[in-house]
């Protein structure tokens, strides 16, 4: 095994060197402030465990487990999520200390008695696949990083007769005081002198979900106790209750460092063990830690871009959160645990959850489809097994199971494009089935009955009315596309004639859509800046969701009153006042009411591309991304969403989005650096440059692919994917 590990890591020394680092470039703490709602922890591209801080398990700001206005820490957890506006998860919290023994982890509000630890942002280094930090109470250095399941822990003692080490599978993430999940039962076991075991199975966002876990220690530990009541039990070998506490103890030198390998697994015990002894058993923290970096090499070298660090930070942080989620949570054995909590195998060896789509299905997985088009179809993949097991598409997966959050249905625009793009290793008809399935047959958020019954959802029936009238318009247009070309004519004329609803909302008198009621007149009163659920819009008001018809653009304009008007209409979004009312924390990120903080205005400042007039896209991508991006902590205009804030970012700075993400069709802006080149997994490149690109030359005079000129500012995805090179002439 010895030899093996040297090989890999003599290929790994290999692959950077032909490469370029750019982990250097990654800042895990942007978007850890303001409400980003990101985290600076150890994990893989993609994988189960994602190990770092947690500093407070309750409130808005602390879904990831992690904010950085916060200067204590509660503990170490496996399992986090990045950027959603939701908690739970921070599965299997471990602490080390040398205080005297506690079961009060503390808080914000009332740090102090408890196991916290004050620490410093100047003792903090965050990198992908490593984390560190100093404790300042207890001189504890603790240091993390991370395989797909597994994590490997680093803790540098002083001396000390009492060092130990907390285990609580008890402490979960909630976003509000009184919601955080509940761990009704867990176990912990010690095997031995050097290893521990153990489950929990919390509600929280998702029911029953279990996480197994075994953590082997480097030094044998002198003694332990568990406690589910406050008072340690000293040597109890094993204990079940919905409340648990534990901690080894240790015997420790100055500068003594012990290691704690950790693996999780939501099948069961012997998996966790399983996937602890494939993956880092016989490795060493910096033998994990070089792969880590591999691992995150090898992706963020897909994408190499020429420009100032600054840019490079922004561009390749927003890569690494990109990369982050969905999680594959299918074991090394290829099992995992699914939509009915029931133990399957994984025909690919891949499992894919996490899956944000209201918010991920507009720009990252049209960037998957580029750059990652093998975990693009196993995600799809996945979704089409969830579809057989829960009877519909994911909304809004966690751990496998739904959590039915958000609206609409945007696996299906996910799987449109993959088919009308001809991506293969995908079974048209079985992916067909799933979508018509979950378009028709009644289940938990849908509401075709009503919908086929009044040709529109009626406020006073239907909840957010209005957006789920928009957005299911959307999805129906993108099942009709994929049943013409399979050839299902009846099929197609049904749900092509149901993606019109949308034009059933539309008044002409005020020119936005607006809620109706069940006798089809129009609900007052209305005001366009009422961001108010009980408006029928979700996380926006009228003004976000007028542009909403991403299926159908030209049908706005026109009935808009053509593209003049709809210009005009443009700039009065994006000049007028942004008073919101009943303004949610959701609306962020705004220039006029166009909100950038939340993803229903992403592709809205490509739509002067509609209206002829793409000098002023140009215009508005460049304030966009002066104002809602930057390097610092705060550097996101709203919750990251599981990578669509980042991959919005990533694809406007290469010079084009999708406007519709279900055609492969990518809607040309402006590029923010002076070359780029793209990495394709084909073995070709997409190379972009842009001649005289300065501060004061944001404006495309000529966009050519292969020496062609480009009149209709549209590039296609397959142009993309052949290889090419797609050059920017800049001006004033």
Known sequence: MKNITLIILLTATSIISHAQDLTQYVNPFIGTGGHGHTFPNACLPFGMVQMGPVTNNVGWDWVSGYHYSDSTIMGFSHTRLSGTGIGDLSDWLFMPSTSAFTI???????????????????????????????????????????????????????????AHIIIAPSVAIGTYIGSMASIPWSSMKWENDSTISGFRISFGWVPFRRVYMVAQFSKPFYTYQLTSSGKPNWLLREKEHNFLIGSVYFKTKEHEQITVKVGISAVCLENARANLQAEIENKSFEQV?????????????????????????????????????????????????????????????????????????????????IIQPKVNADIIQSMITHQKVAGILPIWTLWGAENFCMIGNHAIPVITNAILTDIKGLDYEEAYTAMKATSTVIHRGSDWDILDKYGYLPKGIVGESVSKTLEISFNDWCVAQVAKKLGKTTDYEFFLKRSLAYKQLYNSQTGFFQPKDTTGNWVTPFNPIDARYSNSFTEANAWQYRWSVQHDIPSLVELTGGKAKFATKLDTLFTMSSEVIGGQRDISGLIGQYAHGNEPSHHVAYLYNYAGQPAKTQKYLTKIMSEMYSNQPDGYAGNEDCGQMSAWYILTTLGFYPVNPAIGVFDIGRPFVKEAKINLENGKTFTIIANNLFDKNIFVKKVSLNGKVIKNYKLNYADIMLGGELVFEMGK
Not at 329 to 357: M, N, P, Q, W
């Open 104 to 162: 009060n982890w503390g808080s914000n509000e009332k740090p102090f008695p408890s196991w916290r630890s004050r620490f410093s942002h100047a003792d903090e280094v965050a990198s992908p696949g490593y984390y560190s930090v100093l404790l300042k109470d207890t001189k504890i250095k603790a240091e993390f990083t991370a395989a797909e399941h597994c994590a490997v822990h680093r803790y540098t003692f002083p001396a000390s007769d009492s």
């Open 289 to 369: 830690r070089t792969l880590a970096v591999v691992s995150w090499n090898k992706e963020l070298n897909k994408i190499q871009i020429q420009a100032d660090d600054k840019t490079k930070e922004i561009f390749y942080t927003a890569m690494y959160h990109a990369f982050i989620h969905p999680n594959n949570i299918a074991d090394v054995d290829g099992r995992y645990r699914g939509a009915d909590f029931e133990i399957a195998t994984s025909k690919t060896g891949k499992y894919y959850s996490t899956l944000s789509l209201w918010d991920t299905f507009r720009g990252t997985h049209p960037l998957y489809s």
